[in-house]
Nanobody, 130 residues
Framework: QVQLVESGGGLVQPGGSLRLSCETSGFTLDYYTLGWFRQAPGMEREGVSCLTSSNGRTHYLDAVKGRFTVSRDNAKNTVYLQMNNLKPEDTAVYSC???????????????????????WGQGTQVTVSS
């Protein structure tokens, strides 16, 4: 069975860094399109960063460009989101997602979040506050 488990969230001060991890099982990571999404209370979910594992192409939300980096370790079946220079507006629940087809990462981040074929982790809270 497909399973995604996030970890690494927590409380950090503005300007600080966090590294989120998403351990996956039940599928071959290289065949999937992967992504990190976030949702703050009362707001819609948005795609933060997505990665097409087969070719390494990435996409980033404009608000996080230059600060966040998505990567994967196929040997560990793990996807990472390195978050630097965090801002209060980054506060949200961050969830890992996987789509079972290699597609353009920008399309996954913007259009496929609501797809019934998308697998989701349970989410991890990131709070940026002074």
């Amino acid at each position: 069975q497909v399973q995604l488990v996030e970890s690494g969230g927590g409380l950090v001060q503005p300007g600080g860094s966090l590294r989120l991890s998403c351990e996956t099982s039940g599928f071959t990571l290289d065949y999937y399109t992967l992504g990190w999404f976030r949702q703050a209370p009362g707001m819609e979910r948005e795609g933060v960063s997505c990665l097409t594992s087969s070719n390494g192409r990435t996409h980033y939300l404009d608000a996080v460009k230059g600060r966040f980096t998505v990567s994967r370790d196929n040997a560990k079946n793990t996807v990472y989101l390195q978050m630097n220079n965090l801002k209060p507006e980054d506060t949200a629940v961050y969830s890992c997602a996987a789509y079972p087809i290699s597609i353009d990462p920008s399309s996954f981040c913007s259009e496929y979040a609501s797809s019934g074929s998308t697998y989701w982790g349970q989410g991890t809270q990131v709070t940026v506050s002074s």
